[in-house]
């Protein structure tokens, strides 16, 4: 037997599950999810930061569509998802002239910073190795869980379903229709969305399209302690302008990645001790203490297309297949614009994007 639907997903991250959200207001819609829970990948693993400024042109462009409504979330979660952090950007005495001409270039808001100030924002750093820093000051952390379950549940609430355990295995396309064989059974619809974060490029070849060059990259994160009374709670996010690190508080302690981006191939990430290693090596060479212990560890995937913006829009080699991918390591903070950007798009609606985002987004640019 075949299940039909109007909008069939591959992928329960969150750009499968807020897409979804979107679309099941107007269609009978279904998640397939190849784990047994929602999010366990990239969306589970993030750093869980908004900053404003963060990406390319086209990044920005969603950022800046997408952060009234983490703001204020209505439908989605009862409050906003957002709580200011600010982020410093360290720099050293090489890359002081050049970044400060770089970021001006297309950022908006950034504050400089004398190493004075940027020692009282974060008395742990060694004054000699800065030079100066600057400070976005638009930029927060985000309760990706409480996002996340809200867009479930907004999903569910529209009558949409969550089909777990359910790996996409083949994809066939006849009369209009995909069909995606998985264990549960067969599910079909005119609309098939490709939402599988790093396993993006494999579900278009199970489905017969052109792949986009979708290559995941591994990013670590480690949570560490700090000395005996030392409170970070309203320090900013701080990193070396070299992106050899970055650390955010969390939860009194300070959540720290090597910043690392090592192409590999989708699967259930894990930490390379090596790289965490030297990361925390970074890390200690700039703050003035040395860490005692890793609490815990984890490593994610975020996939990138070579021009380091998502693909969203309907693919131009077969009708109906549309992607939603290569959000790198931005997928939370812009899921408000990507999601209503797909069911637009979905619902052949006019888009709240300028042309050149979508044009800049679209499949179409691959060909
Ligand atoms: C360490 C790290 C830090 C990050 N920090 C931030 C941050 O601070 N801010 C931010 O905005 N973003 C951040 N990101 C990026 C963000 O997490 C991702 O862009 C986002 O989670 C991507 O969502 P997704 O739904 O596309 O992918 P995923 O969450 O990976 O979801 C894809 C889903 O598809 C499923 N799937 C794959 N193949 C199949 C198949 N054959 N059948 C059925 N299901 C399948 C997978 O099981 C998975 O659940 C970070 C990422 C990492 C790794």
Known sequence: MTQHFDFLIIGGGIAGISGASQLAEHGKTAVLEMEDVIGHHSTGRSAAVFIGNYGNAVIRALNAVSEPTLMNPEGICDSSVLSHRGVLMLLDEAGHENLLETYEEGAVGLEKR????????????????????????????????????????????????????????????????????????????????????????????????????????????????LPEGVDCSSWPVFESSGESYYAKPEAGKLLVSPADEVPVEPHDAFVDDMVLAEG????????????????????????????????????????????????????????????????????????????????????????
């Open 280 to 367: 925390l090596h970074h890390f200690e060479h700039a703050v003035n203490f040395s860490i005692t212990r890793v609490e815990h560890s984890w490593a994610g995937l975020r996939s990138f297309v070579e021009d380091r913006s998502p693909v969203v829009g309907f693919a131009p080699d077969a009708e109906g297949f549309f992607w939603l991918a290569g959000q790198g390591g931005y997928g939370i903070q812009t899921s408000p614009a990507l999601s209503r950007l797909t069911a637009d798009l979905c619902l052949g609606r006019p888009t709240e994007l300028p042309e050149e985002t979508l044009a800049a987004l679209s499949p179409n640019r691959f060909t």
């Open 114 to 225: 004398s190493v004075e100030e940027a020692l009282k924002m974060v008395p742990i750093l060694d004054p000699s190795k800065i030079a100066s820093a600057l400070y976005e000051p638009n930029a927060f952390d985000i309760d990706v869980d409480r996002l996340f379950q809200g867009y479930a549940r907004l999903l569910k609430s529209r009558g949409g379903e969550i089909i777990l355990s359910a790996p996409a295995m083949e994809i066939e396309h006849t009369d209009d229709q995909w069909t995606v064989t998985t264990p549960k059974g067969k599910f079909s619809a005119p609309i098939l969305i490709n939402a599988a974060g790093a396993w993006a490029d494999k579900i278009a070849e199970l489905a017969g399209i052109r792949p986009v060059g979708l290559v995941p990259k591994r990013r670590t994160l480690a949570i560490v302690p």
